[in-house]
T-cell receptor, first 112, second 116 residues
Framework: DAKTTQPPSMDCAEGRAANLPCNHS???????VYWYRQIHSQGPQYIIH???NNETNEMASLIITEDRKSSTLILPHATLRDTAVYYC?????????????FGEGTQLTVNP | GAVVSQHPSRVICKSGTSVKIECRSL??????MFWYRQFPKQSLMLMAT?????????EQGVEKDKFLINHASLTLSTLTVTSAHPEDSSFYIC????????????FGSGTRLTVV
C-alpha cells in the first residue's frame, strides 16, 4: 500500500483558507488520492479525489504535484463546522475489491 | 448522492450477548461493503471486506467467528458481534462501494457499541 504522511494537527482562522498537506511519495501510477473528513463521532465524509489533475468541487480543491508525490487539500473559506479530522488516502487496487486504508489524519481546528 | 444507513447508532449490551449492526445502501446497489472499527482517539481500522453472495475477507487479527458478517443482498450487510466483551466496546462504521460511482466509497454514520 502507498503510505501517506500528514501533520497530526493544524489550526486555521474562521474565514481563511485551510491548506492541508499530504505526502504520498510511494504512490503508483494507477492509484488515486482521496480525501475524507470525520467530524467527531460520525462516519467519514467524502470530500474529493483525483488522479493527477487538480480537482475542484463545492467543498474543496485538490492540488496534486506533477510528480504525484504530494497533494494539498484546500478549504477556501473555513468555517467552524469544518473542524474535523481530515484523512488523505491512497486507494489500493486489489483483485478482491478496492479498499480504503486510513492513516492518522490531520486534526483541523477552525478558530473563531 | 449515495447514502448509507447504519443502525443502530448506539447500543449497550451485557457481556456475553450478541449484537447485530445493519448497514444499508439506500439509493444504490453496493457490490462491496467494508466494516471498520475505531477506538477513542484512533483512526479507523479495517476489519473485513464483504462482497454480495460470498464470504467476507477478514483482516489479519480479526476473529471471523466473533465478528460475523453477512452480505446477503446488494443493499444490506450485517455485522454481528458474538459473545461481546467490554474490550469489544468501540465505534463500528460500515462503508459501501459502488463500482463506477462518482464517490466510490460512502460511509454510514457509525454505531457506538458499549459492552457492560
Amino acid at each position: 500500500d502507498a503510505k501517506t504522511t500528514q501533520p497530526p494537527s493544524m489550526d486555521c482562522a474562521e474565514g481563511r483558507a485551510a491548506n492541508l498537506p499530504c505526502n504520498h511519495s510511494t504512490i503508483s501510477g494507477n492509484e488515486y488520492v482521496y480525501w475524507y473528513r470525520q467530524i467527531h463521532s460520525q462516519g467519514p465524509q467524502y470530500i474529493i479525489h483525483g488522479l493527477k489533475n487538480n480537482e475542484t468541487n463545492e467543498m474543496a480543491s485538490l492540488i496534486i504535484t506533477e510528480d504525484r508525490k504530494s497533494s494539498t487539500l484546500i478549504l477556501p473559506h473555513a468555517t467552524l463546522r469544518d473542524t474535523a479530522v481530515y484523512y488523505c488516502i491512497v486507494r489500493v487496487e486489489e483483485t478482491s475489491g478496492s479498499r480504503l486504508t486510513f492513516g492518522e489524519g490531520t486534526q483541523l481546528t477552525v478558530n473563531p | 448522492g449515495a447514502v448509507v444507513s447504519q443502525h443502530p447508532s448506539r447500543v449497550i449490551c451485557k457481556s456475553g450477548t450478541s449484537v447485530k449492526i445493519e448497514c444499508r445502501s439506500l439509493d444504490f446497489q453496493a457490490t462491496t461493503m467494508f466494516w471498520y472499527r475505531q477506538f477513542p482517539k484512533q483512526s479507523l481500522m479495517l476489519m473485513a471486506t464483504s462482497n454480495e453472495g460470498s464470504k467476507a475477507t477478514y483482516e489479519q487479527g480479526v476473529e471471523k467467528d466473533k465478528f460475523l458478517i453477512n452480505h446477503a443482498s446488494l443493499t444490506l450487510s450485517t455485522l454481528t458481534v458474538t459473545s461481546a466483551h467490554p474490550e469489544d466496546s468501540s465505534f463500528y462504521i460500515c462503508s459501501a462501494y459502488l463500482h463506477g460511482g462518482n464517490y466510490g466509497y460512502t460511509f454510514g454514520s457509525g454505531t457506538r457499541l458499549t459492552v457492560v
